[in-house]
T-cell receptor, first 113, second 114 residues
């Protein structure tokens, strides 16, 4: 059974204080790892897809990296508007359900001005 | 603008009543999905459909039903058999060409059953 564990559960930062969120996964052959941002009461917003170890993607203050066991979402000089829940999800290589995402519980990020 | 719409945003029902949640997409995506989100838990897959007139159960399909009569639409019915129906329901869609493309989500429907 695929498993995704995100840490920490919650992270409080001061504006400008860089940090990283972790997503550890156990899957029977990783086909893709996805990062989403979710604001309260809204649907998740797609951020990045990573397909293979060593891959990196960047968008504004966010940078996602992938190893064979985990992914990191690095946030550089965060601003209060970066406050949200960040979700990680994986797709495994098995069977016909290649569209089936397994999600972690998310990390709640709060950035104080 | 292309996107996914879900209606209504908030829904209130009495216990024992069936309720249908709407999901429409104009992204021309092949696959559509329904997830349930509860506080402190990750999103859990209820049903998904890769093609019109075909759908598969996800991890928590009991007490739910779906239909896929049109490519653009994937309504979810929460039946009275669902023991804990109060939750935030999210619909998503993606390209489906044998490759793990990202899923795009709608704004969600918050269902409260009392």
């Amino acid at each position: 059974e695929d498993q995704v564990t995100q840490s920490p559960e919650a992270l409080r930062l001061q504006e400008g204080e860089s940090s990283s969120l972790n997503c550890s996964y156990t899957v029977s052959g990783l086909r893709g790892l996805f990062w989403y941002r979710q604001d309260p009461g809204k649907g998740p917003e797609f951020l990045f897809t990573l397909y293979s170890a060593g891959e990196e993607k960047e968008k504004e203050r966010l940078k996602a990296t992938l190893t064979k066991k985990e992914s990191f979402l690095h946030i550089t000089a965060p601003k209060p508007e970066d406050s949200a829940t960040y979700l990680c999800a994986v797709i495994n290589a098995g069977g016909t359900s290649y569209g089936k995402l397994t999600f972690g519980q998310g990390t709640i990020l709060t950035v104080h001005p | 603008d292309g996107g996914i719409t879900q209606s209504p945003k908030y829904l209130f029902r009495k216990e024992g009543q069936n309720v249908t949640l709407s999901c429409e997409q104009n992204l021309n995506h092949d696959a559509m999905y329904w997830y349930r989100q509860d506080p402190g838990q990750g999103l859990r897959l209820i049903y998904y459909s890769q093609i019109v007139n075909d759908f598969q159960k996800g991890d928590i399909a009991e007490g739910y039903s779906v239909s896929r009569e049109k490519k653009e639409s994937f309504p979810l019915t929460v039946t009275s058999a669902q023991k804990n129906p109060t939750a935030f329901y999210l619909c998503a869609s993606s390209i489906d060409r044998g490759f793990p493309y990202e899923q795009y989500f709608g704004p969600g429907t918050r269902l409260t059953v009392t």
